[in-house]
């Protein structure tokens, strides 16, 4: 018996044969649908809600645009198959497109009457992605065109980087590939780098909002640079870095930020705006170890370059201290000896003018006693004897004269003997000269580092000084020669 022969005879039986069953008018509203929508037909709507089973089926439910805050707006039921929903989620991920609440998508698909709930229901066959992409690429440009109008699109690339940029902020998810080769990057260079982890989630529907939040907490640190980094993955995968909220945390930041999103061919609004834009994390790693690295080979050269300047000064200032030793010992020399022979002449002279005077006082002495040779006879022996012992007193004081001016001459010279350059240096005495060759007589201003050079008799010390102390202790040096 058919069904509607089965519901005259129940509606005979009841006495209303005008009456139709649940099952008649539900069997009559799909005829009347499936009559209405022979084939596929597309639909527009706003995703209200979306909802994929662990089956892979997706359920969606759709609203006119215009009615979307209106909780009484119709609401169209629309279900993709597993098979299907692959395939489109395949193609929206290609595209770098993540259907979610919100997004205005058109859809192709068969409509029908589900007799079950009694209700309209959609089957998806396909999403028009052409039209979610150009919608995305112009989400995407009004973005961009905004951030110009404001001056935020290129002042990352404003900013100064720092000379020695060790002190990083970091803004990834802990343990993920990504965060794994950027620190691989850095720990390459052997440099003492200062990471500070700002752990965010870098792909689904929060992820935006918490990268800018990290970015935004990061500034509160004392870095050189933040960098942001995830690694590859679909364009569905890095639609984050193409939000609004990331892009303005990345164009506000107060310290350059550097990007590190993705793999070769990838290029997010995050990587627009950023002071600069690595292809991949471990690139980003290793060119930050590089700018850190160039700064210290420059601070080795410059390091090695001031040493071999300062070697040569130390060497010409040796041979010029040397040459100045042998003019002051050869110029004290010359002066010892013109003097030695100024002594000598004097003494010569003194000699002969004594004797002359000795030989004038006997000539006159015997021409007086010769005159008064009568008056000596008359004379007493004692006045005889007195005579004598005034003409041998008289006789001895040339020797006597002579011997004092030798005296003083020896003086004299061990006078200028003493300050002889050469001769102190003999007994023991040393100079001590700073890095410009003055003489040192003090340990004041000496510091820690600075070099000394001690020259002896036999040679020069060179010296580095390591502490000074005072009050008569002696001072504390590192020498080599």
Known sequence: MSLDARARRLAAEHGDSDALTVSQLYERVDRAIRGAFPEEVWVTGEVRSMKVLTKGHCFLDLVDPAQAD?????????????????????SLDRLGIALEAGMV?????????YKARGSVDFTVREIDTEALMGKVAAERARLVQALVEENLYDRQRRLPMPAVPLRVGLVASPGTEGYNDFLGGLRG???AFDVTVAPTAVQGKDAPTMVAAAIAELQHQPLDIVVVVRGGGSKADLAAFDQEAVAR??????VPVWTGIGHTGDQSVADEVANRACITPTECGQELARVALDYWRGVEETSAFLARVARDRILQADKSLAAHQRAVSTGARNQLDRHRD???HRARNLRTVVRGQVDAHAARLAVAAASCAGCARRASRAGESDLLVRSRRLAGLPTRRLEVEELRAGQRRRLLSAYDYQRQLERGYSVTRDATGAVLR???GLAPGAVLATQLADGTVDSTV???????SHDTTEGTN
């Open 249 to 254: 945390a990345i164009a506000n930041s107060g």
């Open 105 to 113: 998508v058109r859809v192709r698909g068969d409509v029908g009457f």
């Open 189 to 191: 260079s052997g440099l």
């Open 342 to 344: 100024g002594l000598g």
């Open 70 to 90: 209106d909780p009484g707006a119709p609401t169209l039921s629309a279900k993709c198959w597993a098979g299907t929903w692959r395939t489109v989620r395949t």
């Open 442 to 444: 003090s340990v004041d």
């Open 466 to 472: 390591t502490g000074t102390e005072t009050n008569h």
